[in-house]
């Protein structure tokens, strides 16, 4: 097994992570984006010096895009797919043979749908979607709201507290294991495991993360595997319960599916929760505005997302030639990065980008759950979780501050905190609150 993990590891990271190094090394600012300390914890001056004079960029890992418009055409092109091929600095025999050799299954690769196109990529969204359209979401309003204020209630008597481990990854890994039916008793596991797992998406990773999320990755295919044949026998009434009844699906498929169920519902939320605290700490007028006209959270929760969005960025491989001009062609098989935070920081889409203003007027055009046929499946969720979270947070302990700095997770595409060290102070009074506006229970879609 050493030796399978060894051959995946050198194909997929080892030698891919050799070429950043060497680039990094250079003063490349894509390489020092993709694996350097100041790329993971601030991007946004690296994207910058990236982007230009705009267009298409090339660099160590194949072709990049940082401008809004192109980043969303190119999201939307059926001329570029995600089957992402292992990395084309892996000489050829390599590749082949990495690409043969059986691990436990990967959960960003196939049959996960975040790595297929139509139309398996259709036969596999369908009825995961269904957990997460508006309506469904809809319906686990008051158990979030819920969720949210036993955990502040928790916390309250504590006075010191974490604001990742404590509360930002709390509230999702509840909600999603509710849907997929886990006992509360196993989160913290699915929470260590996805902490193993998510390096998976960055480049160039070293052995031992990779090694430990391979380990994680097996656990959890144990896990998942027999969860599924317990609910073959004993049906629950939960979502993945009703997925695994319906037998549109087989085994493998189902995992790939409850991976895809977490990722959505799990990643996106803790990040924007977490992402969202020290922004809004660091700009007390805008919380000021907040709690005097409580109708313009859903509108703060877009400018979070657009100014630090949880996921950086996205791949794609173009499935034929497609042209850019000024002598940039892209052939067949060769990859394209699209930043999602170089998007969301363009000025020509975002006039004064790098200001964080929670009444920027389209701020909801942003493009950090993607666009297109892969645009994150969990986005009402996570918008729905922290459109409860966030305010009651606030209302709940006004005189929250950190303590200390919070600590990156040191990754390059998911962009969030590890943990976040507050001091809650003397409590509010703990009535409840109205977590957004009235009417719009549900923001966005």
Known sequence: MNARYAVRWLAEHGLPRLALRAKYRTGDPFA???????????????????????????GPVGYAAFDYQLCRAILRDNRFGVRTPIDPVV???????????????????????????????????????SAFTPRAVARLDDRVREVVTELLDGMSARGSVDLIGDFAAQVPIAMISEMLGFPAADRELFLRWGDAVTPLLDVGISFRAHRRAMAATKAMEGYLAAHIEKLRREPRDDIFSALVSSGELNTTELMASANVLMGAGFETTVNLIGNAIPLLLAHPDQLDLLRAEPQ?????????????????????RALESVDFGAGVRIRPGESMIVSLAGANRDPAQFPD?????????????????????????????????????????????????????PHRRGLSTLHGYQHMPALLRRPADARAVPSMASGDRTPGS
């Not at 100041?38 to 090339?58: H, N, Q």
């Not at 313009?296 to 791949?315: C, H, K, N, S, Y």
């Not at 009444?359 to 499946?377: E, M, P």
């Open 32 to 58: 020092e984006l993709l694996s350097g300390e100041e790329g993971r914890s601030d991007p946004y001056s690296l994207i910058d010096r990236l982007r230009g004079t705009g267009g298409v960029r090339t």
């Open 353 to 405: 980008p790098h200001r964080f203003d929670v009444t920027r007027a389209n701020a909801k055009q942003h493009l950090a759950f993607g666009s297109g046929i892969h645009a994150c499946i969990g986005a009402s969720l996570a918008r729905m979780e922290a459109i409860h979270a966030l305010p009651i947070l606030f209302e709940r302990f006004p005189g929250l501050r950190l303590d200390g700095k």
């Open 91 to 129: 000489p050829r025999p390599l590749r082949r043979y990495a690409e043969r050799v059986v691990l436990p299954p990967n959960p960003i690769e196939a049959p996960s749908m975040f790595m297929l196109d139509p139309p398996e990529h259709n036969r596999l969204r369908k009825p995961v979607a």
């Open 296 to 316: 313009r959270w859903p509108g703060a929760i877009e400018e979070v997302l657009r100014f630090d969005p949880p996921v950086q960025m996205t791949a794609r």
